[in-house]
């Protein structure tokens, strides 16, 4: 009798992983049309594209009287903390213009020091933008291994910075699911080292970008409507975590056996105990012909059964809108697009992406101005 044999999903190293390895274990839906990705000068309190055409916002603004650029339009040389904060809310309310409903922001902001002492700016930007109605989802802690040296001898070295999870309302694109299926525990605390890039002061690394892409930026739109396909998950019947040596064993067991799906099923039907607690739990009468299937498996497993009660859980399939239209990628936009970091993992990752910066970089120039900013679409001929 021949049988699939079953598989684990520990495979997970996003260190080692290209990018079309990770968009392969992502599982993204195909979209009709083609990513746009762009990059123009401007200003982040003025953006020149649409209203509602973004589905994430993914940015670092320059830090509190850090950097001069010598720009008469740059953020970040305000005379005071609470101007800064203002300036920052400015752009706030231009971003919730070009947001989606579905939409949501992950801002990366550092500190500042000042007489010795921390001003306490991550927070302040926080607490104004939840004065302002914004929903302070997550505070992320970006541990860094590396990092700028410290001269200070009577205080402890600083390598982390926090990235802020903002969301204008309830109903927005969170793919947990896929990120958890790619960097293990969807935990606040996310330790990435700094890119080598001498061409930023301080620059993004991709890793951070291709974490707020994978969490935040829907791999399929819906042209009409502007709502993101979400990812339907189920339990698999052959997928168990190979991690637990139970688990192992337990697909051993399995695959050497004469068990067919339909025994699995019945396992998870029934879960540990169809009588007493077990069966007070799952609030469900299985038929005869299920339990014997169970009982079967039961016999041949022994007490491995129990590791089939807990499959991993899959990919599903993706479920959208009810429109008869085409889908199109994401949208992220980085409206202090620097270096470009964030554009370039948005095309690598088949999204489209918009960089707005008062003075790109030279080399963005490959990312000419495009018909997206006027609101078209172009489709796949």
């Known amino acids: 009798m021949s049988k699939d044999k079953i598989t684990s999903t520990s495979d997970k190293d996003p260190k080692q992983m290209s990018r079309r390895t990770l968009i392969d274990k992502l599982q993204y839906p195909e979209v009709d049309r083609t990513p746009a990705n762009v990059i123009r000068q401007g200003d982040a309190r003025d953006i020149p594209i649409p209203d509602d055409s973004v589905d994430l916002i993914a940015t670092s603004p320059p830090y509190y009287q850090k950097r001069d650029y010598g720009h008469e339009d740059q953020i970040g040389q305000e005379n005071s903390v609470d101007k800064f904060v203002s300036v920052l809310m400015d752009a706030f309310e231009e971003w919730e213009r070009v947001l989606r409903d579905t939409g949501t922001i992950l801002l990366d902001i550092g500190d500042t020091y000042r007489r010795k002492s921390r001003l306490g700016v991550p927070w302040k ?34 390598r982390h910075e926090y990235i802020f999870h903002f969301t204008p309302r309830n ?51 819906c042209t009409e409507c502007g709502q993101p396909k979400h ?19 337990a697909m051993e067991k399995f695959n050497d056996s004469d068990l067919e799906e339909k025994h699995l099923k019945a396992i998870q039907a029934t879960g540990i105990s169809d009588a007493g607690k077990g069966r007070e739990i799952q609030q469900v009468d299985n038929s005869e012909d299920v339990k014997k299937l169970a009982k079967e498996a039961k016999d041949v497993l022994g007490g491995y059964f129990r590791e089939f009660t807990f499959p991993v859980k899959t990919t599903a399939g993706w479920e959208g809108c009810a429109c008869d239209a085409d889908t199109m990628p994401g949208v992220v936009l980085d409206p202090f697009a620097g270096s470009g ?16 910066d008062l003075n790109p970089s030279e080399n963005l120039r490959l990312y000419s101005d495009s018909d997206f900013l006027k609101g078209e679409k172009r489709v796949i001929e």
């Open 341 to 356: 970091t964030v554009i370039e993992v948005a095309e690598s990752m088949g999204l489209s992406g918009v960089g707005i």
């Open 125 to 158: 930007v926080a607490e104004a933008a939840r004065e302002r109605g914004w929903l302070v989802r997550s505070e992320i802690v970006w541990k860094k291994p590396n990092g700028v040296p410290n001269p200070s001898d009577d205080r402890f070295t600083n």
């Open 171 to 221: 109903n927005y694109y969170f793919d947990k699911f896929g990120y958890k299926n790619i960097y293990d525990d969807p935990i606040d605390v996310w330790e990435i080292a700094h890119d080598r890039n001498e061409s930023h002061l301080a620059p993004f690394p991709e890793e951070l970008a291709e974490r707020c892409l994978v969490a935040g930026c829907p791999p399929a739109v």
């Open 231 to 249: 990812r339907q998950v189920e339990k698999a019947l052959r997928q168990l975590n190979e991690e637990r040596e139970q688990a192992r064993r």
